[in-house]
Structures are given as C-alpha cells and as structure tokens.
C-alpha cells in the first residue's frame, strides 16, 4: 500500500466548477504539503501545514485553499476552477526536524 | 525569483558514462540539499541530500558534491543506465535558521536521458 495517496489521479472540470483534490498519508508524519507542477516551471509550493492548527501559504496560493481535517488527511480546494490552474499536483508530507519529503503520485487536472 | 536554479533543461548521455546535473542558489541561508528523481506518472522520490557541513555525499552509483563558496551543487551518477532516464530536481531548505524553516525550494529540474 502507498504511504501517500492522492485522489483523484486525474480529473477533468470545467472553467467556474469548485473541486477538491484529497491527500492522506500513513507514514505518521506531521507535516504536510500542497505543490503544482507545470512544464519547465518545477515543482512550487501553494500550502503547507505544519500540524492541524498550523497552515501557511506558500508562493503561488491565490485562488486555492486547504483544509487539514486530521493529521494524515491533507485537502486543496479550488473554489471556482480556471484553465490556468491546469497542471499535476502533488502532495507531501515530512517529519519535523527532517528535511526529506514524501510525495504521492499526483493528481492530473485539466480544466476546460 | 528563483532561489534555486537548474539551467540545464535536459541532458542526454550515453550508458556507462557519467552524468553530471548541475544546481545553482542564491539563498545564503540554505544549508541542506536534496536531489528528487521523477518518472513520468510518477511523484518525485528522494535519491540523495548533502548537509553544508559536507562537500561530498555518496550512495551507490550517485554522488554529490557542493561547492558552498560557489553556491552550487551536482549530481554525479556513475555508471549511467538507461532506468535513470527521469527528470531530477534539486531542492535546498534552511534547517536551523530563516523564513525557509521548513521548507523546500526546487529548481525547474533537468530531463536526463540515457541512450544505449
């Protein structure tokens, strides 16, 4: 089993359309991390949470949002879809004190 | 601006030889460096991280060397093999100081391509 899931792995939605992409993880890590992917761009950070009660943004958070329900549940809302926001994301989590993140494998989303 | 740079988009190098990926930074403040690996559908995974206290880190066939005066780091894999075919990204964070407590920074990350 994975320690960090994603769904869902692809979606495809429609300009204006408020979705949700879920994360969990059972590797006991505090920390958790939102990122979106786009060509020739890397990885860049939208949010992340450092436990239930501490949630930041990161460089690129306008027009998402995240709720951390528990502490392996990690979740990033997009309240009213744009075709810009079209690109892979993925979710990571660490342990405090330890630098190396964990990622799951993606969610691909396309919106029209 | 980007704190952490990778120039190189891509890389293409034949089996057996040695690839060599490269990262720059500009942030004084990081002290702890990573290297992820990618496959397509895939999530990064960690390969390999330096502290700043070391110039050289070795696992295997991966090694890499930082040059903290220069603020720079590569990634030597030797011998290189078709399965490492991947985007790898580099990524720095500050362990014991800054606003970038907690956080990694990547660079825009290098599509290495090995050939038989």
């Known amino acids: 089993d994975a320690d960090v899931t994603q769904t869902p792995r692809n979606r495809i939605t429609k300009t204006g359309k408020r979705i949700m992409l879920e994360c969990s993880q059972t590797?006991?890590?505090?920390?958790m991390y939102w990122y979106r992917q786009d060509p020739g761009l890397g990885l860049r950070l939208i949010y992340y949470?450092?436990?239930?009660?501490?949630?930041n943004k990161g460089e690129i958070s306008d027009g998402y949002s995240v709720s951390r329900q528990a502490q392996a549940k990690f979740s990033l809302s997009l309240e009213s879809a744009i075709p810009n926001q079209t690109a892979l994301y993925f979710c990571a989590t660490s342990v405090r004190g330890r630098e190396t993140q964990y990622f799951g494998p993606g969610t691909r989303l396309l919106v029209l | 601006d980007q704190q952490v740079k990778q120039n190189s988009p891509s890389l293409s190098v034949q089996e057996g030889r040695i690839s060599i990926l490269n990262c720059d930074y500009t942030n004084s403040m990081f002290d702890y460096f990573l290297w992820y690996k990618k496959y397509p559908a895939e999530g990064p995974t960690f390969l390999i991280s330096?502290?700043?206290?070391?110039d050289k880190n070795e696992d295997g066939r991966f090694t890499v060397f930082l040059n903290k005066s220069a603020k720079h780091l590569s990634l030597h894999i030797v011998p290189s093999q078709p399965g490492d075919s991947a985007v790898y990204f580099c990524a720095a964070s500050a362990l014991t100081r800054g606003s970038t407590l907690g956080r990694l920074y990547f660079g825009r990350g290098t599509q290495l391509t090995v050939w038989p």
């Open positions: 949470s450092f436990d239930v009660k501490d949630i």
């Open positions: 330096i502290s700043s206290i070391k």
């Open positions: 590797k006991g890590h505090d920390r």
